[in-house]
């Protein structure tokens, strides 16, 4: 019997809080980024807005800073022939890949408070993540096909 409890308070106490994959991964992911390219997996001009916002040219070259304490974060669009300036998001880890140890999560656009007024996101999959390095990828459908959107950011 008590070999059963101690085995249940185990797995209880193993099972609260975020996977050490999660933890290690918001200690990278935590700072400032730019995104530096964002291409996508198939060739031709496409006329793609990003998280309801910019376009691909003013997303590139933006930055952005993470606070994975509270899943929150902010980015700023700095081309001049765009609409710059300051944009705020929470984030949330939606689900950990066990062979990759990496994840998807939903960025969900805010105001400067943290609340959304759509309380819509979007859903991205953490394809890459080191010291220096990142990549998102969101899937989208045209004409019924998968197209890849990939961004890749530097710290």
């Known amino acids: 019997m008590k070999r059963i409890l101690l ?3 185990t797995i ?12 290690d991964s918001r200690k990278i992911i935590k700072g400032e980024w730019t995104l530096n390219k964002i291409d996508y997996s198939a060739l031709g001009t496409f006329n793609v807005t990003l998280l ?18 509270n899943y929150s974060g902010t980015y700023a669009i700095n081309n ?3 609409s710059t300036g300051m944009r705020y998001f ?23 408070k ?4 759509t309380n819509q996101g979007f859903r991205l999959k953490l394809t890459a993540l080191s010291d220096s ?14 197209f890849i959107i990939n961004m890749n950011f530097t710290k």
């Open 12 to 23: 209880s106490v193993l099972s609260c809080g975020a996977s050490k994959t999660i933890r």
């Open 52 to 69: 309801n916002d910019v376009s691909k040219e003013c997303f590139e070259g933006s930055t952005w800073q993470f606070v994975p304490n």
């Open 90 to 112: 929470n984030f949330t880890i939606q689900e950990v890949d066990q062979q990759t140890g990496l994840y998807d999560f939903l960025l969900k656009p805010t105001n400067e």
């Open 7 to 9: 085995l249940l308070i």
């Open 80 to 82: 001049a022939n765009c």
């Open 133 to 146: 390095n990142m990549q998102w990828q969101q899937t989208i459908y045209n004409e019924g096909k998968p």
């Open 114 to 117: 943290g609340k959304s007024e």
